[in-house]
C-alpha cells in the first residue's frame, strides 16, 4: 500500500514537472516521518504536503511555507523556512483492556484506530546544493490534535531531517 502511495506522489510531481516552478520529492525522518512533496508557487513561498506514518498509523499534512535567504559569509545556499498546515488520518492503539491485558499474550488483530484532526507548525533550515538536485533540510514540526487515543493531545518534540529531490 505504501509503495502505490509513492508510485502516485512521484507520478502528481512529474506531471506537474511541465511548468517552470520547483517542485521537491523526498523522506522526512522524525517522530511523524514519511514522504514529503513541496511545490513552490513563487521565490518564497511553498505548499508542502506530508504522508507520515506515526502511532500505528498513517496521517495527511499539508501546510503553507515561506522561505526567508540566510546569509552567511562562506554560502548563500542556506534558507530559513516557517509555515502552517493542518492533518488528517487516523492512529491505531492496542486494546490492552484492564482484563485483557498479559504481558506473554498479545494478539496481533486487537488493534482499534480512531481517526484524527490537527493543526501544525513548522520551522526549520533548509540547504541546497549547488551541483547536484538535493535539498537537505532540518525542521521542527509541533503539532496538536483531536480525538485520536485522547480527545485533546500535543506534541512538541517533532523534529525531523528531510532529504529531497529538486525537480525543475
Do not use: C
Amino acid at each position: 500500500m505504501r509503495i502505490i502511495i509513492l508510485l502516485i506522489l512521484f507520478g502528481l510531481s512529474l506531471s506537474l514537472g511541465a511548468q517552470t516552478r520547483k517542485q521537491y520529492l523526498g523522506v522526512r525522518g522524525g517522530a511523524s516521518s514519511g514522504v514529503t512533496v513541496k511545490i513552490f508557487k513563487s521565490e518564497f513561498k511553498a505548499l508542502e504536503g506530508l504522508l507520515s506514518f506515526r502511532s500505528r498509523g498513517v496521517q495527511l499534512t499539508a501546510l503553507i511555507e515561506t522561505y526567508r535567504p540566510v546569509y552567511l559569509k562562506h554560502t548563500d545556499r542556506v534558507y530559513f523556512f516557517s509555515g502552517l498546515g493542518a492533518h488528517v488520518g487516523y492512529v491505531g492503539s492496542k486494546d490492552d483492556g484492564f482484563l485483557n491485558s498479559n504481558v506473554f499474550n498479545s494478539n496481533y488483530f486487537s488493534r482499534r484506530y480512531a481517526p484524527v484532526l490537527g493543526l501544525d507548525g513548522i520551522v526549520g533550515l533548509e540547504y541546497r546544493f549547488r551541483e547536484i538536485p538535493l535539498v537537505v533540510a532540518v525542521d521542527y514540526k509541533p503539532f496538536f490534535e483531536l480525538f485520536g487515543r485522547n480527545f485533546f493531545n500535543i506534541h512538541v518534540w517533532d523534529f525531523g531531517i528531510s532529504i529531497k529531490y529538486v525537480f525543475n
